[in-house]
């Protein structure tokens, strides 16, 4: 389905509620923690709202939708303090499903920003005056709303003053009557238009389950014929890539997923590959033999340190008579990924 830009009145709507909700400053007294869920009347999905600005860094309003939002936003929330890893700290970033507004300098806007302030009539002076809004979806560069988006994010907005306003008067509104819940604002239709009430709902919050290929008994008896069996470790890790890739204009850019497979003792690349994010772990079983029947080797062990990736090696390299370890740091393919990172444009 394709899907439609706002309309004029939409922008309308949209900067407005922003404007009302920045006007009041709720992250004098609200933290990035004190989260709350606002349900969309149209699509029925909670959108979990994280007020951000009490260091004085980032002043913004994210709203983490569904569950797949929320455990993006846990996540980033278990992010260590220092961040260390920053490509890692990168890709946890850049798995975020949310929307946001948020509220910065005039050179953060881009011209289509810009376009849509010059033709509502409206005039923004100061450091972080200028309402900026974005669209986050897994794997995907941050893009404008879409229609349907802009019109959930004014309803957040205008929620997410009221419960401020709330909070500030009663710190305890957002306490759990018991574990699990989380206080969500539910609308109701009625002949007058939408009602909000209060209502405490458990989010499901399961992992999504890792899609396994069928193994090819055909193709691994083949390989292991084939290949020269050798003293030697791999690591293997699948990331994002650090260039986006924008196959049409005006859609949405996306970051390739990349396999990655290094000599353990001497940090030679062995091979590497790019698959698309969504089926990404659908094919990574496939695209790793690929990569290794290029080598013509069987190692006597494979690092990772990823369980995903481990669930996913562990039927094929069991076959292939290779130890499969999970471990806490792959050391040479960290330095190839920097190394990889730098080479395609990536800021460390």
Same mark, same amino acid.
């Given at each position: 389905m394709k899907e439609t830009t706002p309309t004029m009145s939409d922008w309308q709507a949209l900067y407005q509620a922003a404007l009302e909700f920045k006007e009041i400053e709720a992250w004098t007294w609200m933290y990035d923690s004190d989260i709350f869920g606002v349900q969309d009347p149209v699509s029925g999905e909670i959108g979990y709202c994280c007020i951000m600005g009490a260091l004085g860094e980032m002043f913004a309003l994210a709203v983490y939708l569904g569950d797949e939002g929320l455990r993006s936003y846990i996540r980033m929330a278990a992010q260590p303090e220092p961040m260390g890893d920053f490509i890692e700290t990168m890709e946890v970033a850049l798995m975020q499903k949310c929307l946001m507004a948020s509220f910065g300098a005039r050179k953060e806007l881009s011209d289509v920003d810009h376009q849509v302030i010059k033709s509502l009539g409206l005039k923004f002076r100061g450091k972080n005056a200028w309402p900026v809004f974005r669209s986050y979806r897994p794997a995907c560069f941050p893009w404008y709303l879409t229609?349907?988006?802009?019109?959930?994010?004014?309803?957040?907005?205008?929620?997410?003053? /009221?419960?401020?306003?709330?909070?500030? /008067?009663?710190?305890?509104?957002?306490? +759990?009557?018991?574990?699990?819940?989380w206080f969500v604002r539910v609308p109701e239709k009625t002949e007058q238009g939408l009602v909000w009430k209060d209502t405490w709902l458990t989010p499901t919050l399961l992992e999504e389950e890792i899609p396994v290929e069928p193994v090819d008994e055909l193709r691994l008896a083949r390989f292991k014929k084939g290949a020269r069996r050798v003293q030697a470790v791999w690591e293997v890790d699948l990331f994002l890539s650090p260039t986006a890739v924008q196959e049409e204009?005006?859609?949405? +850019?996306?970051? +390739?997923y990349m396999i990655l497979l290094v000599d353990h003792e001497s940090g030679f690349v062995l091979g590497s590959d790019i698959v698309a994010p969504g089926v990404h772990l659908t094919e990574f079983t496939g695209r790793f033999l690929t990569l290794a029947e290029?080598?013509?080797?069987?190692?006597?062990?494979?690092?990772?340190?990823?369980?995903?990736?481990?669930?996913?090696?562990? +039927?094929?390299?069991?076959?292939?008579?290779?130890?499969?370890?999970?471990?806490?740091?792959?050391?040479?393919?960290? /330095?190839?990924?920097?190394a990889l990172w730098r080479f395609m444009g990536g800021d460390l």
């Open positions: 229609a349907d988006e802009a019109k959930f994010l004014t309803l957040v907005l205008q929620q997410a003053r /009221e419960v401020s306003l709330r909070f500030r /008067e009663n710190h305890a509104l957002l306490d +759990p009557p018991q574990e699990d819940l204009k005006g859609e949405r +850019p996306y970051y +390739p290029r080598v013509k080797c069987l190692p006597v062990e494979i690092w990772t340190r990823k369980e995903e990736i481990y669930d996913l090696l562990e +039927p094929v390299v069991s076959r292939l008579g290779i130890e499969l370890y999970m471990v806490d740091e792959l050391e040479a393919l960290r /330095e190839a990924r920097t």
